[in-house]
């Protein structure tokens, strides 16, 4: 059985000043639940924000809140994410058997849940209800809104400051019930001592800022955070209703989590947050840890290589090991050997000029694709500020007057493309940015 670490929360919730009613419904782990239950599958949080009118919208979000949490920790142990995906889609499928009756056609629901398993945190979302990482130093979006509005920044058609105005905003372009079967965005990352993780409904992002949430998740316990997010919501008008669920884990020192099953391994802030990979995938697994495993053979082998004569900062080689008192010191030039007889002169390999650096400067996750195209398959959304490597650019889909597409890889590993335009260069000018020659 897994230790899972303590786990502080807070909860709030208020229909605003706007509304009659409040439509969202929150969960957190049963009571009920063994020790045993808690270290085999995590502590299980959600917010769900009810849409389609007076019943239909507080039915929705009440019955996908306790389906969701019944379904999860009914279904064996050892795969989080599929678990959780199930979970939701049956809720789902359940949601939308209701909207064919009189009364509920309109009837839905957003969500987004979180998993705490260990340091390992798993986000599951549907609809604009969101979860933020909160970090020691910074705060950083984890999902990314199913809104017609986000489409449109994505494809180059709105800027964010004009999505932020549109009449459309709140459009959304998947919620469950609406279909009987729904498409679940999942997310995975590590959390380190200090994370925390904020859940919420529109109704808090709409209306305050995200310095203003930071600031809230710093100010004092988690359900004195999440009283004052929600009255901060409605001092600003309180416009919909307003719904946090904040959760802080006392981590202390673990150790790095084990990928789940069917995920790729995620970074952390900073870095790319790596989708679940297609089902299809995990087949693939073992030949991937393979072909994984021949790269750092390589690069081991590579380094031995130069290791046997890397240059220190005066141009002189530099000897593998520490140096012996009374052993020869080399000179500038070609390597030798150190005992006497001729010369071998070292191979040297032509320089090839450092990979090129960046950050994503979109506010909101960006898009890495397989190809350089806004229809080309997701490979990992990158949060803002993520660290990228450029190696080539190549035209593409235009995105905001700008048709360069860049191919980056990241820290983790993972490798496509993305829009030049969310990519923020270090100390070049984009023209310096070579063409990828395939």
Do not use: F
Not at 58 to 80: C, F, H, I, N
Not at 162 to 180: E, M, N
Not at 313 to 320: D, I, L, Q, R, V
Not at 403 to 430: C, H, K, N
């Amino acid at each position: 059985m897994d230790v899972q670490p303590a786990v502080a929360i807070g909860v709030a919730s208020d229909q605003g000043r706007q509304r009659t009613e409040n439509q969202d419904s929150l969960a957190i782990p049963p009571p009920g639940l063994s020790p045993k239950e808690l270290g085999e599958k995590g502590h299980l949080y959600l917010v769900a924000d009810g849409i389609g009118g007076h019943q239909a919208g507080k039915t929705a979000s009440d019955l996908v809140a306790r389906r969701v949490v019944d379904e999860y920790y009914r279904q064996p142990p050892g795969d989080v994410a599929g678990a959780l995906r199930r979970a939701i889609r049956i809720a789902n499928a359940e949601v939308h058997r209701w909207a064919q009756e009189p009364g509920y056609e309109k009837m839905g629901t957003t969500i987004v849940a979180a998993v705490l398993h260990g340091n390992t945190l798993t986000v599951a979302h549907v609809g604009d209800s969101r979860a933020y990482l909160i970090s020691r130093d910074q705060i950083q979006i984890l999902t990314r809104d199913h809104t017609w509005v986000t489409e449109q920044i994505d494809g180059g058609i709105l800027t964010q400051e004009q999505a932020d105005r549109h009449a459309q905003r709140h459009v959304l372009t998947r919620s469950l019930g609406a279909r009987p079967e729904v498409l679940v965005d999942l997310i995975h990352t590590s959390l380190r001592p200090g994370d925390q993780v904020l859940l919420c409904s529109d109704g808090l992002w709409e209306a305050v800022d995200l310095p203003e949430i930071e600031a809230a998740v710093r100010s004092g316990s988690p359900q004195q955070a999440a009283r004052q997010l929600v009255a901060l919501a409605n001092e600003y008008g309180g416009p919909d209703n307003v719904t946090a669920v904040l959760v802080r884990p006392d981590l202390g020192p673990l150790s790095p989590p084990l990928p789940l099953p069917g995920m790729s391994t995620a970074g952390r802030l900073g870095q790319a947050l790596v989708r679940v990979l297609p089902a299809d995938t995990r087949e693939r697994w073992p030949l991937l840890a393979a072909a994984a495993l021949l790269v750092i053979v390589a690069l081991a082998c590579a380094l031995a290589l130069l290791l046997g004569g890397l240059p220190d900062g005066n141009g002189a080689p530099t000897a593998a090991s520490s140096a012996t008192p009374g052993a020869a010191t080399a000179l500038p030039g070609p390597a030798t050997t150190a005992s006497p007889g001729p010369t071998v002169a070292a191979t040297v390999t032509p320089t090839v000029p450092a990979d090129i650096q960046g950050r994503v400067s979109s506010t909101l996750p960006l898009a890495m694709r397989q190809e350089p195209r806004l229809s080309g398959a997701l490979v990992a959304y990158l949060l803002s500020s993520s660290g990228v490597t450029v190696s080539c650019g190549v035209p593409g889909d235009a995105v905001d007057g700008n048709d360069t597409w860049y191919r980056v890889t990241v820290p983790g590993g993972g490798s496509g493309y993305v829009a030049a335009r969310w990519i923020e260069l270090e100390g070049v000018e984009p023209v310096a940015v070579p063409t990828c020659s395939e």
